[in-house]
C-alpha cells in the first residue's frame, strides 16, 4: 500500500521544464487547474511526450460532452469503459481496465497515453486519435452531437473541438466556484 501511494504521488507530481534526466519535460500548461484532473492528464502527456491539450481533449470527448472542457472518472459506455478516458474492458486492454487502478485517473491517464504514444508511432495525429476510439485509423468512430452544429462530428473532429475549447480557456485560468 505504501508503494502504491509513492508511485501515486510520483506520477502527479509536476513536471518542470528542463527536469534533470527528462528529454520531454514540459511545464503544466496554464489551463490546468480549469480542467479535472488537469495535473493527472498534464503529468501522463509529458511523460509520453505528448501534446498536453491532446490528451485532455480526449479525456473531454470520452467522459464529458459535447462543450465541457473536462472529463469525469466514471466506468462508462454500458459497463466496458473505466475511468478518465475510458479504457476499454474488452480485448487488448482487459487486463488493466478490470485491474486496480483503471479508476485511478493518474494511472489511468497514463495507460491512455502509451496507447495513444503507441498509436502515434504507427498513424498520424488524426489517425491516431481516431484508432484510440475505433480501432482504425480511417473509421468516423462515435458521434458527437454539438450545440448550434446541424452535423454530428466524428471522434477525432469532436476531440479537437474539445481541444479548441481547452486552447482558448482564460489565461490565467481561474476555477470558478
Given at each position: 500500500?505504501?508503494?502504491?501511494a ?18 520531454h ?26 501534446n498536453?491539450?491532446?490528451l ?70 488524426r489517425?491516431s ?49
Amino acid at each position: 500500500m505504501v508503494f502504491r501511494a509513492l508511485v501515486l504521488l510520483a506520477m502527479a507530481a509536476p513536471v518542470v521544464a528542463g527536469a534533470a534526466g527528462s528529454s520531454h519535460a514540459q511545464p503544466y500548461p496554464y489551463w490546468q487547474p480549469c480542467v479535472q484532473f488537469g495535473g493527472e492528464i498534464a503529468a501522463a502527456a509529458a511523460r509520453h511526450n505528448l501534446n498536453q491539450s491532446l490528451l485532455a481533449a480526449m479525456a473531454a470527448q470520452e467522459t464529458g460532452s459535447a462543450g465541457h472542457d473536462s472529463g469525469s472518472n466514471i466506468i462508462g459506455d454500458q459497463g466496458h469503459g473505466f475511468g478518465l478516458l475510458q479504457i476499454d474492458n474488452r480485448g487488448v486492454h482487459q487486463s488493466f481496465a478490470e485491474g486496480p487502478n483503471a479508476m485511478v485517473p493518474a494511472y489511468n491517464a497514463d495507460y491512455a497515453a502509451t496507447f495513444l504514444e503507441e498509436l502515434l508511432s504507427k498513424y498520424d495525429e488524426r489517425g491516431s486519435v481516431s484508432a484510440y476510439n475505433a480501432g482504425l485509423p480511417t473509421r468516423c468512430g462515435s458521434k458527437t452531437s454539438w450545440p448550434g452544429d446541424p452535423q454530428p462530428l466524428c471522434y477525432a473532429d469532436s476531440v479537437y473541438r474539445h481541444q479548441t475549447q481547452i486552447s482558448n480557456l482564460p489565461n490565467p485560468c481561474r476555477i470558478h466556484p
